[in-house]
């Protein structure tokens, strides 16, 4: 079974601020991994993706994720943080084990941003 | 590129009537299409799976009867809530992807009231 978990509910970051986001997944193979970002009121955007090569991924806005296999985690970051970065953000994982095409949601975490 | 709509944003109805929510890929086709529900402060929980010109696959839990989806064509699919109640009241979005490609693409969200 594959499953994802975001550890922190809520961040608060100041703007200018460096921001990391961290995810643990479960998954019996090589995953597929993404980070999507939700807007209040809207649908999510994807950030970023990994599905195998340079484990350091850069995505839209600034923003870049790991891949760790050996702690099983793909954390986002970005150096200087927006008020416009403030949202939902949800990790996700899929992967080639499924023919599905299914991806399995953190629980999500909002990042406040702070003058 | 990778645009999905959703129609309508908004919609109230009275308990006991039905509701359509359509969601279109605007410029690929879509081979696979997916739709959620999102409760307020919560993470994405997957409905139902389609794929074009095939049934749904429903999550366990999910009454097929109740939520009806139709994926009759690649840049279309619709869900329709039968004999809505208050409790199915909710923000649903739906997802699409690409063939070939892995990752979905959501749209913006539909938010059911049902009064």
């Known amino acids: 079974a594959q499953s994802v978990t975001q550890p922190d509910i809520h961040i608060t970051v100041s703007e200018g601020a460096s921001l990391e986001l961290r995810c643990n997944y479960s998954y019996g193979a090589t995953p597929y991994l993404f980070w999507y970002v939700q807007s209040p009121g809207q649908g999510l955007q994807l950030l970023l993706k990994?599905?195998?090569?340079?484990?350091l991924v850069q995505g839209i806005k600034g923003f870049e994720a790991e891949f760790k296999r050996s702690q099983s985690s793909f954390n986002l970051r970005k150096p200087s943080v927006h008020w416009s970065d403030a949202a939902e953000y949800f990790c996700a994982v899929g992967g080639p084990n499924s023919n599905d095409y299914k991806l399995s949601f953190g629980a999500g975490t909002t990042v406040t941003v702070r003058a | 590129g990778a645009v999905v709509s959703q129609h309508p944003s908004r919609v109230i109805c009275k308990s006991g009537t039905s509701v359509k929510i359509e969601c279109r890929s605007l410029d690929f086709q879509a081979t696979t299409m997916f739709w959620y529900r999102q409760f307020p402060k919560q993470s994405l929980m997957l409905m139902a799976t389609s794929n074009e010109g095939s049934k749904a696959t429903y999550e366990q839990g999910v009454e097929k009867d109740k939520f009806l989806i139709n994926h009759a064509s690649l840049t279309l699919s619709t869900l329709t809530v039968t004999s809505a109640h208050p409790e199915d009241s909710s923000f649903y979005i739906c997802?699409?992807?690409?063939?070939?490609?892995?990752?979905?693409?959501f749209g913006p969200g539909t938010r059911l009231t049902v009064t």
């Open positions: 990994y599905f195998s090569g340079d484990t």
């Open positions: 997802s699409a992807r690409n063939r070939g490609l892995y990752e979905q693409y």
